[in-house]
């Protein structure tokens, strides 16, 4: 079945499925929910929450629901006795196309993974074409899926062509995850900016997303140290027509160079310039300036930390510790490591805690206080993802919120006897204690399988089509 048939049959089923309301109650297990009032995880032992259609419509403790709730006869009841329901994890920077490589850039830095797997390097073999790109971008955000990731801002340079471009967009529709979907406009020797310029319009007119969580946004790269002023008043005008749900840029300063920084945005009038709506997420921030933590507070965007990411390739993150009241965790390019960020989160955190004792101890003074804990990881890895976004609605379980749900398995031999569900799930759970995943109240994994009729052959055709893709 070819990549354009898929589509259409993925479309037809989300169109049956959003023509019957549909609602869905968890009771018995254990809620890691968020009290707005406070601000503040909240657990809930022996708790309830109802979905209906695509939102957490209740929440309560016990089976019983209070007097102003009421409950559709035919609605799905999930017993969740010994398990933890959390929010879906966010990941605010990922190149999802990329799938294929796996394994390939073990052992690559920076320098080396620009030169033989970046958007540059592919763009100039031109290895990649439509159906590569759909089905590696559709194997990976099954992937993330599976490990419980149900939001995802994918920097998408797979825009090598329109056919390559609308192939990766395609398969985030086809996914069911939520995906905001940032088009790379960058400079390519045989597909140049006016025509990406105008595939992007096309892309935004025809909004073949509209009724799917992903959402159309903006990738670039060229706003420092030399912008192009046309270029980028261009990019303001597509990301106003589109009304797009993000703009997101590379920064990783310091000996690297490639800055993008927000001091950039600001010699730009780029924070006066954009919609107030359209929020924007620097990823990496390596060597981020105080001058640039301040222009992040006063404006109110963010940076995407990718800990495994920035360990590896060795850009590192030297100050991302202190802004972390504005930013948000990605994976970056999961061909090369970890796909979920659950890891991402256990890393980062331990490596914080490490970070902060080391200085105590350079003192050589003895540190009586843990620096950072495991309840400000999880809000890493789940509400600020939403903030990031500008989206309240996602990355927490409150009322009104998406429901994007997680179903972890409280009874398996690495969580057997846990009490406090944060840390159970920050520092003692894996991969293969996600036993459910909901995306827009939707079953995106159940009893530990994907749920998709067709990923048998997804997967079929991703290994057929990763044979013939460069090997490095």
């Known amino acids: 079945m070819h990549t354009k048939q898929l589509g259409v049959l993925s479309r037809l089923a989300v169109l049956a499925t959003s023509a019957s309301a549909s609602t869905i109650l968890f009771s018995g297990g254990t809620v890691i929910a968020f009290n707005r009032e406070s601000n503040l995880l909240e657990v809930i032992r022996n708790g309830s929450v109802l979905v209906e259609d695509d939102r957490i419509t209740s929440i309560y403790e016990g089976s019983v629901p209070p007097s102003s709730v009421s409950i559709p006869t035919d609605v799905e009841e999930v017993d969740i006795t010994n398990k933890i329901l959390t929010p879906g994890f966010i990941d605010t920077h990922r190149h999802g196309w990329q799938t294929a490589y796996k394994t390939l850039g073990s052992n690559t830095s920076l320098v080396d993974y620009f030169n033989r797997f970046g958007e540059f390097a592919t763009a100039a073999e031109y290895p990649y074409g439509k159906d590569e790109v759909y089905y590696s971008q559709l194997a990976g955000l099954y992937e993330a899926l599976n490990a419980g990731v149900t939001t995802t801002l994918d920097h998408a340079h797979h825009t090598f062509s329109d056919e390559t471009s609308e192939a990766g967009l395609e398969a985030s529709i086809d996914s069911g995850a939520r995906v905001f979907w940032a088009y790379a406009f960058h400079v390519l020797a045989n597909y140049s900016l006016e025509e990406q310029f105008a595939n992007y319009r096309d892309i935004a007119s025809r909004a073949s997303y509209d009724g799917s969580p992903t959402t159309l946004g903006v990738a670039y790269d060229s706003f420092g140290p030399n912008p192009n002023i046309t270029v980028i008043n261009t990019l303001l005008d597509l990301i ?82 202190l802004i972390q009241d504005f930013a948000s965790l990605g994976v970056d390019t999961h061909f090369t490591f970890s796909t979920d960020i659950l890891t991402q989160t256990r890393l980062w955190l331990q490596s914080v805690r490490r970070l902060l004792y080391s200085q105590v101890l350079d003192r050589w003074q003895v540190p009586v206080n843990n620096p950072m804990s495991a309840n400000q990881a999880f809000l890493l890895a789940t509400r600020n993802g939403g903030l990031s976004l500008r989206r309240e609605d996602l990355g927490v379980i409150a009322p009104g919120a998406k429901a994007d749900l997680v179903i972890w398995d409280g009874a398996s031999p690495g969580m057997l006897g846990w009490r406090d569900p944060v840390a159970a799930v920050i520092l003692h759970a894996n991969v293969g204690d996600v036993e459910g995943v909901l995306v827009d109240g939707k079953w995106k994994k159940k009893d530990r399988r994907i749920v998709d009729e067709k990923y048998d052959e997804v997967r079929e055709r991703f290994l057929e089509m990763r044979g013939g893709c460069r090997t490095g």
């Open 240 to 321: 106003r027509e589109s009304n797009a749900s993000v703009l997101t840029t590379h920064s990783v300063q310091g000996p690297f160079g490639i800055t993008n920084s927000p001091e950039d945005f600001q010699a730009l009038s780029l924070f006066d310039k954009l919609p107030p709506t359209t929020p924007v997420v620097f990823s990496h921030a390596s060597f981020l300036s105080p001058v640039g933590a301040q222009l992040l507070r006063t404006h109110k965007h963010t940076i995407s930390i990718t800990p495994e990411s920035e360990m590896h390739y060795g850009h590192t993150h030297p100050t991302s510790h």
